[in-house]
């Protein structure tokens, strides 16, 4: 089940990520104005997990639009999910950056286990 509090504070985290380096870290009122929410409906939401549906909805969309991952957000256990969106691009670098690795490890163990029956036969 969802827990109001833990979302919040997942938003208030997100919040936390969105200054650049360099730069002073968002503040509720800033991020309200960006939303078109108020600060104390910002407040609400990271505070306490309550606020209004369409309170919450404009910040999931705000974030979503700068590629977080709103499975990471909502999901009772985020563990495994990614905090940004993976676009069809980067999973396929991915998965050919995974295999390339792969096969230089399978290449390693090959020659090792060559090595290894030289010297066990000799």
Not at 13 to 32: I, N, T, V, Y
Not at 55 to 83: E, H, I, M
Request: charged share 30%; glycine share 6%.
């Amino acid at each position: 089940m969802i827990n109001k509090e833990q979302i919040g504070r997942r938003l208030a985290l997100l919040r936390e990520e969105l200054a650049c380096p360099g730069e002073d870290a968002w503040s509720q009122g800033k991020l309200a104005d960006e939303t078109g929410l108020t600060r104390n409906m910002v407040l609400r939401l990271e505070k306490l997990g309550n606020g209004s549906m369409e309170g919450l909805l404009a910040l999931l969309f705000f974030y979503y639009q700068r590629g977080y991952n709103l499975n990471w957000l909502l999901a009772p256990d985020n563990s495994t999910v990614s905090k940004m969106q993976l676009s069809d691009d980067k999973k396929s670098i991915d998965a050919r950056l995974v295999l390339e690795k792969l096969m230089a490890y399978k290449e390693v163990l090959d020659k090792e286990t060559i090595e290894l029956i030289e010297c066990l036969t000799t």
